[in-house]
């Protein structure tokens, strides 16, 4: 697979990113600055999905992508993302 997980691996996983996301989330309310989702806006696109935002566990060529690494796609829905936040402000 693109991912090569034990079955009973994927949880933990998946639950520590959330727990990773929610620590950000609160760390950033604490400070009053603006959280950027990029989990929410990442769904659909996780490494295994028809269009993955993650690279797999090889290099990709084409993209330029490192194994496990985000590719071109995921980069540019950050950025448009961050500016959306910082554009009002400018």
Known sequence: G???????????VRDSYDQLNETI?????????EYVDV????????????DPWINGDRNDKKSGAAAYHPTPAEQKAVAELILDVLEPRL
């Open 25 to 33: 989330a609160a760390a950033a309310a604490e400070a009053d600055v």
């Open 2 to 12: 693109r991912f090569p997980l034990a079955k009973g691996d994927v949880d933990f």
């Open 39 to 50: 989990a929410a806006a990442s769904e659909g696109h996780d490494i295994c999905s028809g």
